[in-house]
């Protein structure tokens, strides 16, 4: 059944995609033929999804144009999720040790509590500024990190305190130091919403990359490629690069997933 409910769910994601795609097409090709158009939207305008496809396969590989060269989108992308894991593995390792202290312990939820519910609610567009004035490179990784940092801060204090307090009560019982507790209990009980920080995170991370090599113009990454294009008036290859966002950003997603489900099952 459960196989079943899986192979019907893809088969409606599937048809879901098919079907915008052939939405999207019909309405273009309305609007440029004068038969329908959206008020305000210059909908003529907008590739088709065969445009943005020959667009992508054509932007895909490095091209050399005799001394010059343009980056392919293998290459933006390379980079870009290259930032994105350094800043996501950095928030990994400070958010979660910052987490599970403040999460356990009173005096240190006291004390960061204030700081962190002031920093998080800074955009990580907020800090690009301060990061080219501050960062002389990895500026990019730097608005990665403030992205990822606080939503596995956040639900990893929220799965510390979730944790069943009769848990820590018989480890207390049975002789088990704070630290073995928290080693033992807490964190394995915490774990789920750990991931889930983490996941939310690096979406967080993922859109604030893009923006910040728009405003940076970082020389390679999907966000600089994007802004690049739309300068050049190459539109197909500007919604190209937006596609591959998209399409890049959901795996993710769906890996951390299931990840998640795995270690959930294991755990069950």
Request: proline share 5%.
């Given at each position: ?64 144009y ?14 870009s ?25 009173k ?28 960062f ?9 990190f ?50 889930t ?72």
């Open positions: 059944m459960k196989f079943e409910t899986g192979k019907r769910g893809l088969l409606i994601n599937i048809l879901s995609l098919i079907v915008f795609t052939i939405v999207w097409q019909i309405l273009v090709i309305l609007a440029r033929n004068d038969i329908f158009n959206i008020p305000f939207i210059r909908l003529r305008d907008i590739p088709t999804p065969v445009e943005t496809w020959y667009a992508l396969v054509g932007s895909m590989f490095t091209r050399i005799g001394p010059s060269f343009t980056y392919g989108i293998i290459n933006h992308v390379y980079a999720l290259q930032r994105v894991i350094q800043g996501g593995i950095i928030a990994f390792i400070i958010g979660v040790p910052v987490g599970i202290g403040v999460g356990y312990s005096f240190l939820g006291n004390l960061f509590n204030p700081i962190i519910e002031i920093v998080r609610n800074m955009p990580p567009m907020a800090w690009i500024p301060l990061s080219i004035f501050i002389v490179s990895g500026g990019s990784i730097f608005i990665v403030i992205g990822v940092v606080f939503p596995i801060i956040l639900n990893t204090i929220q799965g510390v305190k979730s944790t069943d307090s009769r848990l820590i009560d018989a480890a207390k019982t049975l002789g088990a130091s704070e630290s073995m507790i928290v080693k033992k209990v807490v964190i394995p009980s915490a774990f789920p919403s750990i991931i920080g983490l996941r939310i995170g690096i979406g967080v991370g993922w859109m604030a990359i893009v923006a910040a090599e728009m405003v940076i113009r970082s020389p390679v990454g999907l966000g600089y490629f994007i802004w690049n294009m739309g300068d050049l008036g190459r539109y197909s290859e500007m919604v190209a690069g937006m596609v591959v966002i998209g399409v890049i950003g959901y795996i993710m997603n769906i890996s951390i997933l299931l990840l998640q489900r795995r270690f959930i099952n294991w755990v069950d």
